[in-house]
């Protein structure tokens, strides 16, 4: 405080020496009386404000020495201990406070905080902890349409496409995934489904373990799985852009897709682009291993035999190489090649060979909000070669192989914020055996343009339009349309881009 006062005649002072000082016009000259008057007054009203607040700032500075010099007085003296150590912490605290300052009143304990109110955004978390946690989730679709065919399961070749006319509720599933420790990752994927009599199925669709600290890029899986061949055959059914899968994948991974128990190893190769090689080795029997071990599937005219492992070589083996490149900063370009190789049930020692391309195209501005807008391209196209075996009796066949192949291809634009546009083309050989060349060329066609509508990232509502013609369905020609309702509970694990 005292420094403020003795700054106070100095600074007048120098408030006084400025307006004494004549000032100069850029001529050198001295300036007219008015304007040194003007100036003046200017400089008084400039000083009378510096006093005011210098005023309020001594009065502060005087309530707070008026506090120090009041907690000061009442401080008690601390005594020393024996041999001038410094006193303990606790006694200067107690000596410091106010002796007549009175023990605060004890308070109610603090009420718990309300919780948030949960939102559809945040996963149903469970078991969470430092080293470990479960997330689950709830997804279900639902189908209603008519076709021009009653037989709807002979158009329609997916297990969780629509299977009538009316209501169908071809995929409810229940997803779990989590940190099993610093070293795995767990997912368990339970499906519920009504067929066609409104009969419950349940199928234990997968459950695997993937490594996550494993040296070198590597990372091994194992279980029940889905195997990598292509790019459809990876995704739940919640996840395709269609209300049904492609025919391609139906003709060669049959209603189920191309899944078993094995194993999978995948190696991140270090490329200055995104490549990754698989190779998975799983068993190969049964309706999820639709062209190779299926005794439940008559091909080609040949009654299934019900072959078991002998040895390695009668075990599912699929390899598949991708790659990513960015074309531009707005466009993506992802394409791969896969191999499917196994026994199938048709002779002791015949065999199946599946090869297949993809290929994937996404364009989206940098400009973009919230992912639209955006166009995508995808395309597969596959080939089987299906070694058949002799079949005797009255309608005999000789040993030969057989071969089948098909390709779709479909396009997506999402044109504005949730609404999707999309157009998908597919195309199947006919594989009936006998048939001349022509007409396994002229094959079965379906041509099918939807609409998708989502109104949060949680739901989704589609309407499609199918178009069948071909030989092998009921009719020649069919149409079918289908509406889709489709609700999420809870966070699902992201899918592959």
Do not use: C
């Not at 234990?204 to 890029?217: G, H, I, M």
């Not at 044109?415 to 999707?420: A, K, L, Y």
Request: aromatic letters at 12%; proline letters at 9%.
């Amino acid at each position: 405080m005292e420094r403020v006062r003795r700054r106070r005649p100095l600074v007048a002072a120098l408030l006084v020496a400025a307006m004494v000082g004549e000032p100069m016009t850029s001529s050198g000259q001295t300036s007219q009386p008015d304007q040194l008057r003007q100036e003046l007054e200017e400089m008084k009203e400039q000083l009378r404000r510096v006093e005011e607040q210098m005023k309020k700032q001594e009065a502060i500075i005087q309530k707070q020495q008026a506090v120090i010099d009041r907690l000061t007085a009442q401080k008690p003296a601390v005594a020393a201990p024996v041999g001038g150590a410094p006193p303990p912490p606790e006694q200067v605290q107690a000596a410091a406070a106010p002796p007549t300052a009175p023990a605060p009143a004890p308070q109610a304990p603090t009420p718990e905080k309300p919780r948030e109110p949960w939102s559809p955004s945040q996963p149903i978390t469970l078991l969470s902890g430092a080293r470990g946690y479960m997330n689950i989730s709830f997804d279900a679709l639902m189908d209603f349409g008519w076709s021009t065919t009653s037989n709807v399961t002979a158009i329609e070749t997916g297990d969780h496409d629509p299977l009538q006319r009316g209501f169908t509720l071809p995929n409810e599933e229940i997803f779990l995934d989590g940190a099993v420790d610093p070293y795995f990752k767990g997912v368990a994927d339970l499906v519920f489904k009504l067929d066609e009599n409104n009969n419950t199925d349940v199928e234990l669709e997968e459950v695997y373990l993937t490594t996550t600290a494993l040296p070198w890029n590597l990372q091994t899986k194992g279980g029940q799985f889905f195997s990598e061949f292509g790019r459809i055959n990876q995704q739940h059914p919640h996840a395709w852009d269609f209300v049904d899968q492609p025919l391609v994948i139906g003709r060669m991974f049959g209603p189920e897709g191309l899944r078993n128990p094995g194993a999978r190893l995948s190696w991140l190769v270090p490329t200055p682009f995104y490549s990754e090689i698989f190779l998975a080795v799983q068993n190969g029997q049964g309706e999820t291993a639709y062209s190779f071990r299926n005794s439940g599937t008559e091909f080609f005219g040949r009654p299934p035999l019900d072959r078991t492992v002998r040895n390695p070589g009668d075990l599912l083996y699929t390899p598949r190489l991708v790659a990513s490149f960015d074309l531009t900063d707005s466009q993506t370009l992802v394409a791969g090649v896969s191999g499917a190789f196994g026994p199938n049930d048709s002779g002791s020692s015949t065999r199946t060979q599946i090869y297949g391309g993809d290929l994937y195209w996404k364009w989206k501005p940098s400009w973009q909000a919230g992912g639209f807008p955006f166009l995508a391209f995808q395309t597969e196209a596959l080939g089987r070669r299906f070694e058949a075996g002799p079949v005797g009796g009255t309608t005999p066949l000789p040993s030969q192989a057989l071969y089948d192949w098909g390709i779709y291809s479909q396009l997506l634009y999402g044109f504005t914020q949730r609404w999707v546009a999309g157009v998908r083309a597919d195309w199947v050989s006919n594989n009936a055996s006998g048939l001349p060349p022509a007409d396994r060329l002229a094959g079965r066609f379906r041509w099918s343009p939807n609409l998708t509508f989502f109104p949060t990232e949680f739901s989704k509502i589609r309407l499609q339009y199918n178009y069948d013609h071909g030989k092998t369905i009921p009719n020649g020609d069919d149409s079918s349309v289908w509406l889709q309702v489709e609700f999420l509970l809870g966070s699902h694990a992201a899918h592959k881009f």
